[in-house]
């Protein structure tokens, strides 16, 4: 079993920055396989960002050039950098861990184990 814990959340300026860390215990994940989602009040999970099995990063349209996706193999650990957010990026982060290991799946359904999240508010 995995147990993913993400921190770093909080209130934050438009245009400020914000660090998110996930980090994964219980065995030894691949990096690869995990990614970030957001869920804003009333609408659906969704893709925020990934790794992949190549080192490519992916990222959505919506935060792609302001967010930045890494990881520290030997914590364990995945972070994502908020840059120049805005209210709109205002959700529930969620760090996740995807089931298939050479996947580069952006599908929430994909994802095998889940954080509770961590709540970024921006404020205009």
């Known amino acids: 079993q995995v147990q993913l814990v993400e921190s770093g959340g909080g209130l934050v300026q438009a245009g400020g920055s914000l660090r998110l860390s996930c980090a994964a215990s219980?065995?030894?994940?691949?990096?690869?396989?995990m990614g970030w989602f957001r869920q804003a009040s009333g609408k659906d999970r969704e893709f925020v960002a990934r790794?992949?099995?190549?080192?490519?990063?992916y990222s959505a349209d919506s935060v792609k050039g302001r967010f930045t996706i890494s990881a520290d193999n030997a914590e364990n650990t995945v972070y994502l950098q908020m840059n120049s957010v805005k209210p709109e990026d205002t959700a529930v982060y969620y760090c996740?861990?995807?089931?298939?290991?050479?996947?580069?799946?952006?599908?929430?359904?994909?994802?095998?184990?889940w954080g509770k999240g961590t709540l970024v508010t921006v404020s205009s």
């Open positions: 996740a861990v995807d089931r298939t290991q050479f996947s580069t799946s952006r599908n929430a359904r994909d994802m095998e184990y």
């Open positions: 219980g065995r030894t994940l691949s990096r690869y396989r």
């Open positions: 790794m992949s099995r190549s080192g490519s990063t």
